[in-house]
């Protein structure tokens, strides 16, 4: 992963509501979820949902697959793999001081 996508990971990640999502998609991963479902609790319009939903999407944090009327969504393990391993690798250069063990997480 190189800076630009990284960048548009964390920019996905930096508003509530799509951190809100992405925490709930991970909570359900592997499963798709549907954007309804995912819906509930927030006091967005559904366009707004979809909006961010879409953000997640463009960034590789989430994937986004059309069944029938429903679109279902579900964590991307593969960019949020990326970019959790851009964070340690490139930033804090894999320092165990910085980031600690798998054990300790």
């Known amino acids: 992963m190189n800076a630009r996508n990284a960048l548009a990971g964390f920019a996905a990640l930096a508003h509530p509501v799509r951190l809100a999502l992405f ?54 393990p593969s960019g949020t793999r990326d970019l959790v391993n851009f964070l340690v690798d490139e930033c804090c250069h894999n320092r165990s001081d910085i980031v600690g063990t798998v054990s300790e997480a």
């Open 23 to 76: 925490r709930r998609l991970c909570d359900q991963a592997p499963d798709c979820v549907s954007a309804g479902e995912l819906a509930q609790g927030f006091e967005t319009p559904p366009s707004t949902m979809t909006g961010h939903l879409q953000a997640l999407e463009r960034a590789g944090l989430v994937k986004a697959e059309r069944r029938s009327r429903f679109m279902l969504y579900s964590v991307d």
